[in-house]
């Protein structure tokens, strides 16, 4: 029974049992019916070591054991994005697609090596099983989708904000975080490993924080989310002008600072600081590069004073990301770039 959406507190959602031979075929129809996404969520884990934990899936499936519920965001086109289940869904397909043989098989021994075009009989009924499909509603409210996604991921390792957003809001400018992310200065920052889709959260800071922050009430993530609702559905045209704008502001701030870009130089050890990000690319985001030509020192300078100023460093305690705190950092590093720039 299909549940109704009070005080958009309640998920307007439907139960479906699918075939893995229906969910296959949906899969591999064109345009796909069930998007996968190679690019969505974690890629896939359960070949890490081996094909054993894929294995005693597809037994599991055999032996009729109950499957855990996959769920679907349906799509405005009809279509349906898998927020859980890409593991289950995936094994079924790669499975079916004869890209591994069975390992380490208990109470199907028989079955130990052979791939899927191997199984004679067990063919069909593999094709037969069925696994429960919750189907949430495209009339659902994109935060209550959010929410469903943080639910599902508690107890197991917790999608991180960018990777629901990657889901959530598919469209060009999912594709531009995901294109910039690989920028060298921005795969790389921080020189930590990223797994999490953390560079795409960088540009995506970028770009939403220079929109007007009146909307700003506290929560950096849900001003990101926002953004990403609002403008997830950009032209091709819009799409070319952020990514100009962004490699134009960058490549600004590499000129200036160059290895110490983003860089905190009060610490003995520099590190780079998305605090300090954020500021310098917000405001370099509008002034044109010969503006810019000859002043590198002086702007070195002042951003070192800056960084020394009380007041600059009281922002960078308690909330750092509050409205508040952000307003003040612009504040503060304008009266000492302006003087420099002129007008």
Known sequence: ???????????????????FETLSQRIRSNPPKLKLDPEFQRKYKWDKEGWE?????????????PLPACYFAEND??????????????????????????????????LEGKKFSELKGYRSELEATTIRCIVLRKENPDYLIQEIFSRLNQGAVKLSDQEIRHAIYPG???????????????????????????GEELVLRFFALQEDLAGYEGRLSKFLDSYMHNYASITKAQGEKLKIQFNKTLGICKDIFGDSVFKDTTKSRLKQSIVHYDLLMNSFSAIPKSKVKGKEDKIVK???????????????????????????RRELWSLKLKPILGK
């Open 302 to 328: 002042a951003f070192e004073s800056l960084c020394k100023n009380p007041a600059f460093q009281t922002t960078l305690s308690g909330g750092i990301q509050n409205k508040t705190s952000i307003l003040k």
């Open 1 to 19: 029974m299909t549940q109704t959406v009070q005080a958009n507190k309640t998920l307007n959602l439907y139960p479906i049992d699918y075939p």
């Open 172 to 198: 060009l400018l999912n594709d531009i975080l995901l294109e910039l992310s690989k920028v060298p200065d921005i795969a790389n920052f921080g020189n930590t490993s990223k797994d999490s889709r953390e």
């Open 53 to 65: 934990r894929a294995s005693r899936f597809i037994e599991s499936c055999l032996m009729r054991i």
């Open 77 to 110: 086109d009809g279509s349906h994005l898998v927020i859980d289940g890409v593991q289950r869904l995936t094994t079924i397909e790669k499975f079916f697609n004869d890209e591994f043989a069975l390992e380490g098989m208990t109470a199907f021994k028989e």
